[in-house]
């Protein structure tokens, strides 16, 4: 009799695939649009981009043959990444990489050339924060093929994060409004028009909403060029969550010396993570006064937005998933909510396990504020108790009402964050949770195998020899970074007259 076991369809299953995560910036043209010059024998553009190092895009003979992808917005491009096709390597020498606006290949701007690359190899161009929507690779000459097996873009989304955001000041000179320092005008017009202003008093400030967590490269500072150049002398650009002390007490990007008359000065804020930019100046008797502020960096991930939420009861439509919706609506309409009850809890399924380094937490604004006081934050893998039992990330005394508080996590690692208020007669409503950190620390897969075998698999020893031939035929198509297991011993199942037609293929 022969022995069948029932191990792999690719579903819930008993072989699982760890993958370690490198924490890595994303590769931006994977959302993007790819076209090129000609398509030879189905080698359409978008193999360059399917993540196997088998496949790849490949045109017909040509003139100046040319690949491209459209980033779909303006990115400020760090790097590019181009790996070469494993059989007629040559088909990349000499091609030239433009970064640009243009769908003109050749008005964009040259960001490096591939003299040679080797079968299979990888090549990464510095671009040093080259703007573009379009990423161009093309080969000059003719009689030429160009073939790309895969393509990679990464950046960070270009642009001025403060237009379109929310400003607010201490007060307010005349009708210099706090707005008027993000209009886009750094200063053709500044005199009486383009300028904000607060009057003349203790520790002045001005604060921009940029309606969510960025990390912020850049702050440009315009001053005013009419007159009182001296009064920006001292002030402080804070970035952070808080808004406690009206913003004050967030982490200090810099402190502006001086600037001089109509000029722009930039200050470096090295990815400091916030919503919140303010500029205050400390002291009596003083005024600020800013006629442009300019923020430049990236949208910190929310990873709250990919996750799965669930919460331990539910109050009318207040559904578990509102908590993560990144709505500012809140009153009705935007926050989860439990019944009354002992212990209530809510819970953010990750996906994946990460290292948190911090929870952003939105109290209600329309009632009940307290309602949040006493709340724990838990990180960790455990489900038991409905995650009750994962560490303490930090324990909530209070939040304002209508405020977001952040709360460090310093990297503990968990795929759930749980949020629950113990005793009795409890209610738990939470108007935004936003969890930031890295990872995926783990990659997770598992694969179900179904394949016929006179091999007793109960026998570790056949077992490991299963994985190491899977391990051999990851690394041949080019995935070397994975840890291979069994999670369950495969069950056997026996008959006398095996169906041949069950398995296109079989592992002995």
């Known amino acids: 009799m022969k022995k069948l076991y029932k191990c792999l369809w690719i579903l819930l299953g008993f072989l699982l695939i760890e993958e370690m995560a490198r924490g890595q910036e994303e590769n931006v043209a994977l959302w993007g649009k790819t076209s090129q010059s000609s398509t030879s024998d189905a080698a359409y553009p978008d193999l360059a981009l399917d993540g196997l190092l088998n496949t790849w895009s490949h045109t017909n ?33 000499g091609a030239v990489i433009c970064i ?15 003299s040679t690359l080797g079968a299979g190899a990888t090549a990464t161009v510095s671009c040093g924060g080259m703007e573009g929507r379009y990423m161009v690779v093309h080969i000059p000459g003719d009689q030429q093929i ?72 850049k702050v440009v500072v315009t001053n005013r060029k009419d007159c009182c150049t001296e009064q920006i002398n001292g002030a402080e650009i804070h970035i952070g969550n808080s808004l406690e002390n009206n ?52 949208l910190a991930e929310n990873l709250a937005v990919a996750g799965a939420a669930i919460q331990s009861s539910t109050s009318a439509d207040w559904f578990a998933e509102k ?3 990144r709505g500012l609506q809140q009153l009705y309409t935007g926050c989860s909510s439990t019944l009354n009850e002992t212990d209530p809890w809510w819970r953010l399924d990750l996906q994946d396990v990460y290292r948190v380094s911090k929870v952003v937490v939105t109290n209600r604004k329309d009632c009940c504020a307290e309602q949040i006081n006493g ?20 324990v909530i005394p209070a939040i304002p009402a209508g405020e977001s508080y952040s709360y460090s996590c310093d990297g503990m690692e968990g795929r759930y964050v749980n949020l629950i208020i113990p005793g009795d007669m409890k209610i738990l409503t939470l ?18 195998l179904l394949f016929h075998s006179s091999k007793d698999l109960t026998d570790s020893t056949i077992r490991e020899n299963v994985l190491k031939q899977l391990g051999s035929a990851l690394a ?28 296109d293929s079989s592992m002995q």
Request: with cysteine; net charge neutral.
């Open 146 to 217: 160009l073939s790309i097996a895969e393509a990679g873009v990464y950046g960070y989304l270009a642009g001025n994060r403060a237009i379109g955001g929310a400003t607010i000041q201490s007060s307010t000179s005349a009708d210099w409004v706090a707005e008027r320092a993000v209009d886009g005008n750094r200063g053709l017009q500044q005199l009486y028009t383009g300028c904000s202003s607060t009057l003349n008093e203790t520790e002045p400030w001005w604060r921009l909403d940029l309606q969510d967590v960025y990390r912020v490269n």
């Open 247 to 298: 913003g004050i007490n967030n982490h200090i990007c810099a402190v502006i010396p001086a600037i001089p008359a109509g000029e722009s000065y930039n200050y470096s804020c090295d990815g400091l993570d916030g919503r919140y930019v303010i500029i205050h100046i400390p002291g009596d008797w003083k005024i600020l006064a800013l006629c442009e502020v300019e923020v430049y960096g990236y």
């Open 431 to 448: 108007c935004e949770v936003k969890v930031y950190g890295e990872g995926p620390c783990l990659k997770r897969s598992f694969v179900k």
């Open 323 to 325: 908590a993560i919706d």
């Open 100 to 114: 640009g606006n243009f769908l003109d290949i050749y008005s964009n701007t040259i960001c490096g050339v591939i």
């Open 375 to 394: 709340a724990e934050i838990r990180i960790g893998n455990s489900l038991e108790k409905n995650g009750i039992n994962n560490p303490i990330c930090a």
């Open 476 to 503: 041949d198509r080019g995935i070397t970074d994975v840890t291979l297991r069994w999670s369950q011993t495969p069950k056997q199942e026996v008959k006398q007259n095996a169906d041949k037609r069950r398995c």
């Open 61 to 93: 003979t040509e003139t100046n043959p040319w690949w491209r992808v459209d980033l779909l917005k303006v990115y400020r491009v760090n790097r590019v990444t181009i790996t070469n096709r494993p059989t007629f390597a040559d088909r990349i020498n």
